[in-house]
């Protein structure tokens, strides 16, 4: 009895002392991120995602022009119908993994859907993009028993950097941002191992920016190396039929892999893949970490996964709207004065280059009924501050008139238009 005291008292003891240590060192970390002006808050959106959005604390709804809504189809009745229709037909989840008995007919039928439409041989699905590029590197050849060098814009996204981190044995190579020179020196350094594999964003969230797919896909025949995109930020939309980057750079048929998310254009809710060579992708299911020690995807997202598929296998009426209001948006934007990162993309950079600037200016339009975001450093380079504007295709030519009459009065009252 005594002893169960007293052991409870040790424990009890141990922990306060653990959590008061750790309690007071969190406290601190946080208010030194508070201090370097890097505080991520969270504004609360009470609405579904849309073009016009509720958000608490604003008293009228707002017009959003920072998701990544591409397309529109964030609250699209279809595909809501569908997401609906399969729970009721396949249920909430598989409560397992895929190998154990998570995969239903609808898991197959979405993942032959995305082959199809990519025009490669079979798919992979995880619970997110970032899944994909988690258990790609290591995944898709066993580093231990063949030499493996991963060459790696040095832009990529957060989630291609972590892979390669667990990439284990394999050799790493940064290449610098879009330099093809750079990859071509580091490709010839990488010639002492066996597999090589050429990884990068086809398009870049912060500039975007594409990437030079065709020279990468050059190389790669050169140097004898696999090339993997990131088509995140284009699988639906960009290009002349939405296949993404590589489609808008004419090497579809070159590049060997690409990952992309669910959880962006094509419907918004969440889920990832990779698509490519039966045997990469055959390899993934026997090694790839997130999948095979993660939940299924859902059934309702599998379901309207497979109905967005449908539409865009039939039409490229969304992308081709899309298209035109970016056009539109850039052009006037230019018109006006405003500083842009020139491209075709639905990702417009204004650039302001001052943090504070680009905050205030946010805060400004946000006054008048527009929601954008500053993005500053460190999650743009220092002195390239800006407001980066996404256009969706659910944009009315209204819409983007109202976000461009705004951006002119904030713009003539911050002094920041070109004569
Ligand atoms: N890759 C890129 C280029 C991204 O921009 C993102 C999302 O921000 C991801 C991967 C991760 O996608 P997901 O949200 O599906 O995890």
């Not at 229709?85 to 995969?103: A, E």
């Not at 580093?143 to 040095?154: F, G």
């Not at 018109?335 to 075709?344: H, M, V």
């Amino acid at each position: 009895m005594l002893s169960n005291f007293l052991q409870k008292q040790q424990y009890n003891c141990v922990r306060n002392f653990t959590s008061r240590s750790a309690e007071r060192i969190v406290k601190q970390q946080l208010q030194e991120i508070r201090n370097a002006g890097t505080w991520k808050a969270e504004r609360i959106i009470n609405t579904q995602q849309s073009a016009l959005i509720g958000v608490e604390g604003t008293y009228n709804k707002v017009l959003n022009f920072c998701a990544n809504n591409y397309l529109g189809l964030s609250n699209s009745p279809e595909l809501m119908q569908a997401a609906k229709d399969t729970i009721d037909s396949h249920g909430l989840g598989l409560s397992s993994v895929r190998f154990i008995c998570g995969t239903q007919n609808i898991h197959k039928k979405l993942e032959s859907m995305i082959a199809k439409f990519h025009r490669m041989e079979d798919t992979i699905l995880y619970s997110s993009c970032f899944d994909a590029n988690g258990g790609l590197f290591e995944g898709f050849v066993d580093p231990v028993k063949s030499k493996v060098a991963i060459l790696s814009d040095a832009l990529n996204h957060a989630s291609i950097i972590d892979g390669i981190r667990l990439s284990g044995k394999a050799k790493r190579y940064r290449y610098n941002h879009i330099d093809m020179k750079d990859l071509e020196n580091k490709l010839i350094q990488a010639q002492d191992q066996e597999v090589r594999i050429i990884t990068t964003d086809g398009v870049f969230s912060m500039d975007g920016d594409v990437a030079p797919i065709e020279k990468i896909c050059d190389l790669a025949e050169r140097y004898d190396s696999v090339v993997m995109v990131d088509e995140s930020h284009a699988t639906g939309f960009f290009g002349k039929t939405g296949r993404g980057a590589s489609e808008f750079c004419n090497v579809l048929d070159r590049v060997d892999l690409i990952n992309s998310t669910l959880g962006k254009a094509l419907g918004g809710s969440s889920g990832g893949f990779t698509v490519g060579k039966k045997c990469y992708i055959d390899m993934l299911r026997q090694r790839s970490r997130p999948y095979l020690f993660s939940n299924t995807l859902a059934p309702a997202v599998v379901g309207a996964s497979i109905k967005v598929f449908d539409i865009l296998l039939k039409s490229t009426e969304l992308r081709d709207q899309l298209e035109k209001n970016t056009l539109y948006f850039r052009e006037k934007m230019t018109k006006a004065g405003f500083d842009i990162l020139a491209g075709e993309h639905p990702i417009i950079p204004i650039m302001l280059y001052e943090g504070k600037l680009a905050n205030e200016f946010a805060d400004e339009m946000l006054k008048r009924g527009i929601y954008v975001i500053g993005f500053s450093y460190p999650v743009v380079p220092k002195g390239e501050a800006r407001i980066r504007v996404q256009i969706s295709a659910g944009h009315t030519k209204e819409q983007l008139d109202k976000a461009i009459d705004a951006f002119v009065e904030v713009g003539k009252l911050k002094g920041c238009l070109k004569k």
